[in-house]
């Protein structure tokens, strides 16, 4: 069993906006824990979205996630790691024109591997989307969006829309 703990780390925020964005965050339910990646991923888009939803209400900024693991050893917890996962790639596909709605979509397609925590399609597609939004490269994308056709052709996952596409590749990585 692992544990994470999750903190975003402010770059510019009033104390009420981060502890009204925070008790928002509490209220939503469904992280993807498939992994540890994917659970920090799933958080720092719910944040994006947070931050987007409240812009005309309050100015904000996120700088990343600060993040710590547990993992369970007999009757004992140690710590597994930690770390701080940058929020500039997501910060950059929020800011374009169709980027909530790429948001919304990558939050959907997290929202699809955590369900049921079953092996298959739709929990390789969430890892391959964590290792994606971790480190953003072409290939990554590629290994992503094969899975993604793949998931669209047998069961029924839905394909990205130009705009939302257009957000995202648009500060990919080629290496």
Known sequence: MIGITLIPNPLKVFVDNHRQIQ?????EKGICTISSTTAIVHYAIKIAKKVLESKESFDIKYDSIVFNLVKSTGHQTKPGGGGKYSLSFIDKVANEKYGY???????EILRLGRLGFKKGLNQSLALALADFLIHPTLDNFRRCEDLNIRGYIN?????WKEGELEAILRHVEVV
């Open 155 to 159: 069961e029924n996952v839905p394909l």
């Open 23 to 27: 008790e928002d965050l509490k209220a």
């Open 101 to 107: 709605k790429a948001l919304e979509r990558l939050d």
